[in-house]
């Protein structure tokens, strides 16, 4: 149980660095939209898990944050990625690369090809 | 390097929380208003917009506490609401709480006095330099004096003359000093007052005695060997605490003239104040005068009246130094055949000496009070015990007096580890107030045991055992009680925290007759049977009344 959300909560914050890096500066509901429009129903369930996960990896040096007016003109908190965050990113997405490609090959083996 | 850095941040957002809170509200609040915005636009009502934006976005209370758990140092937040709780419990139960402080404390005050006791009597070295290095004529103290050229056993006291032999020949001793075996009471006026003269202890020591310790004067001087010297000046040497109770530390006090039993005396030095002179007793020297203004004892060979300490040089072998020392005892005595009657050349052959660890000086009262030291110190590790296994006791009762309370928590969602935590931080909290208690019972306690065994007498030193506790012990009692505090304060929630979840909500077993009559032990039962007791509680099987 508590496994599962910390896998959310990591990729979670890998999805929040690569929106960062692809968009530019956003606000959270920004961040919000964008990771939902492209996972689908992952973060749907709860937009609200967002905020802690933007505190975590402010404090870690991975974001920075400040007040800005958003496009109609209400009070925002923007996030941007910071130097450190760039490259935390892409070491993340290498390590998240290799795994993922171990995982594939894990799926793709049938029991046929290891006889 | 990341951790830290977050670590950092957790510490100075702790210190601006409340700004942080506003801040996440403020954030959820914009995030709200734009997904109502965003959910008014796809042509909702504005209520149901509203409540679907706050649907989507989750539980709010939630997500403050997720947000929480990030920001600031829970650890330090969850240990101040703990210690605030167990605070506040301890309060509701005054009776539990004064009885296991009050055991607590009296544990360990009364192990900690006696040991301190025991500690300056016994394993205690003298307030000197390198007290290791130092080696001592003997291995029984004798009082004071003894006559003729043979001694029972051992040769352990020595003529002045022997004294000098000894010095001259022995090469291995750095220093080797010499000093009356007993003090003689003098009567002390300073010279030119009309105020009437006190009586006060004095000893007479070699020249080298301060030098073989290896003590330096506090104020003024110590001796040399020129003042050891026959036709010599007379000095003395006044003792701290002489200088600052009798004379009110007047600095004009060195160089004065004092007048001990009419004879007049220099003082040119204070020693310095831990310093009780080589022999621990319940009134030290108060005066140290030179050996060479005895005048009486000291012409004479045969008159035993001095003890040898004796710093080795370095590498020097004790055991080398014994065996000279026993052919130079010899030599001596066959210089004094002539002398010697005919009972002394009787036991000549039988004359030897043995040398001693000398750190601790002349241990008359060690080897006087040892073996009552040991019974008075194996009985307060039997007191620390049962005081063990009480306070076992009253933690386990109270763990399982509260059964009920943390059921009722546990079925309100608290997370056992928590629950654990709680119990954890009151046995701490107890085991704290207990031993603070204790330290103030281990000064009292020291203090009424030394004015007790060693009755002060006015205008006179006293015993210089200091009352204060010594540290070591008062960590090992303070250390046992905690874990005992803590192993059973944590064993009766934790116990609950195994039993199956069905029997958690009700009380069943817990006022069952048995279980409570193995928690009740005697008071004067061993430890062991508490410990079984103990096994007993956590054994049993919960019965399901249903």
């Known amino acids: ?115 | 390097m990341r951790p830290l850095r977050r670590f950092f941040h957790r510490l100075t957002s702790w210190a601006r929380r409340q700004q942080d809170e506003d801040r996440l509200r403020a954030e959820i609040e914009e995030h709200l208003a734009m997904q109502t915005a965003e959910n008014l636009r796809a042509g909702l009502s504005p209520t149901e917009a509203r409540r679907q934006a706050a649907l989507k976005f989750g539980t709010v209370e939630a997500i403050k506490e997720g947000y929480r758990e990030q920001r600031g140092l829970p650890f330090l937040e969850t240990l101040i609401q703990d210690t605030r709780y167990a605070l506040r419990r301890l309060r509701k139960s005054p009776a539990f709480t004064i009885t296991t402080v009050v055991t607590l404390a009296l544990g360990i005050g009364a192990t900690t006095s006696i040991f301190t006791l025991v500690h300056a009597v016994i394993l205690k070295s003298l307030a000197v330099a390198n007290p290791a290095e130092l080696y001592r004529l003997g291995k029984e103290s004798r009082c004071c004096y003894w006559s003729r050229y043979s001694q029972d056993k051992e040769f352990s006291l020595v003529s002045y003359e022997l004294y000098k032999y000894f010095r001259n020949h022995t090469k291995e001793f750095a220093e080797l000093a010499a000093f009356a075996a007993s003090e003689q009471l003098s009567g002390v006026r300073r010279a030119g007052t009309s105020a009437p003269a006190q009586s006060y202890p004095s000893e007479f020591v070699s020249g080298n005695y301060f030098t073989m310790f290896g003590i330096n004067a506090y104020a003024g001087r110590v001796f040399t060997a020129a003042d050891d010297r026959p036709g010599a000046p007379p000095v003395a040497i006044m003792s701290y605490r002489l200088w600052q109770q009798g004379y009110g530390s007047d600095p004009s006090v060195i160089g004065a003239v004092f007048n001990l039993s009419d004879s007049p005396f220099v003082v040119v030095g204070i020693s310095p104040p831990g310093f009780f002179g080589d022999t621990l007793r319940d009134n030290p020297p108060d005066f140290f005068l030179p050996l060479a203004t005895e005048g009486d004892d000291i012409n004479k060979p045969d008159t035993h009246w001095l003890d040898l300490i004796g710093r080795l040089r370095p590498g020097a072998a004790p055991a080398t130094i014994e065996a000279e020392m026993r052919v130079e005892l010899k030599q001596w005595l066959r210089s004094h055949w002539g002398e010697m009657d005919a009972n002394d050349r009787a036991k000549f052959p039988q004359q030897t000496l043995f040398l001693g660890p000398g750190g601790a000086g002349i241990t008359s009262m060690r080897e006087e009070y040892e073996h009552w030291l040991q019974i008075l110190m194996m009985v307060s590790a039997f007191v620390l015990l049962i005081v063990c296994a009480n306070v076992a006791n009253l933690m386990l009762v109270r763990g399982l007096e509260r059964r009920r309370q943390t059921s009722l928590s546990m079925a309100l969602g608290a997370r056992p580890s928590r629950l654990v935590r709680q119990a954890l931080t009151e046995s701490i909290i107890l085991s704290l107030v207990g031993g603070a208690a204790g330290l103030i019972i281990a000064f009292a306690g020291t203090r009424l045991i030394l004015h007790f065994a060693f009755p002060p007498v006015f205008g006179a030193a006293g015993i210089p055992i200091s009352a204060s506790p010594s540290m070591p012990v008062l960590l090992f009692a303070f250390s046992l009680s905690l874990i005992t505090g803590v192993t059973f304060g944590i064993a009766a929630p934790a116990a609950l925290l195994r039993a199956p979840a069905r029997s958690r909500g009700r009380c069943s077993w817990y006022s069952r007759p048995r279980s409570r009559l193995f928690c009740f032990p005697p008071r004067d039962s061993s430890p062991p049977l508490c410990a079984i007791s103990s096994i007993r509680i956590l054994d049993s099987k919960p019965i399901d009344a249903s």
């Open chain 1, 1 to 115: 149980m508590k496994e599962k959300a910390d896998v959310l909560q990591g990729t979670l914050a890998l999805m929040v660095l690569k929106t960062l890096d692809v968009l530019g500066p956003l606000h959270g509901y920004g961040i919000a939209r964008r990771i939902e429009q492209i996972s689908g129903d992952l973060l749907a369930v709860n937009q609200g898990t967002l905020y802690p996960v933007l505190l975590k990896l402010e404090q870690e040096g991975s974001i920075a944050s400040e007040w800005g007016a958003s496009e109609n003109n209400r009070k925002a908190r923007f996030y941007r990625l910071t130097r450190d965050g760039r490259k935390q990113l892409r070491a993340e997405a290498r390590d998240w690369e290799q795994t993922a490609a171990i995982i594939e090959r894990f799926f793709i083996v049938k029991a046929e090809d290891l006889q």
